[in-house]
């Protein structure tokens, strides 16, 4: 994925977002609201980093966690960043 930026012009199209697991589904709007320190639920115990990617492209390096009982995934960093 080139830029995110350019996701910006569909914000209703729907992207699956895998964490090394089988992923949420995020909209367009939801993936461009991600930062670091987001979070994404995902319904797995915690402990063990994770590659994010979206659409099937890298989208950076994320750690299993908790948030408030459920499984999520906290994004590190993003881009070349997460290919550590």
Known sequence: MESLDELAR???LVLRVDAGL????????????LRS?????????AGENVIVTAGQAPL?????GCFKGKA??????FGSEGRA
């Open 22 to 33: 089988n992923g949420p589904v995020l909209k367009i709007d939801e993936l461009l609201a």
């Open 37 to 45: 320190g987001s979070l994404i639920l995902t319904g797995r115990p």
């Open 10 to 12: 569909f914000p209703d």
């Open 60 to 64: 950076g390096l994320g750690e299993l």
């Open 72 to 77: 999520v995934v906290r994004m590190l960093s």
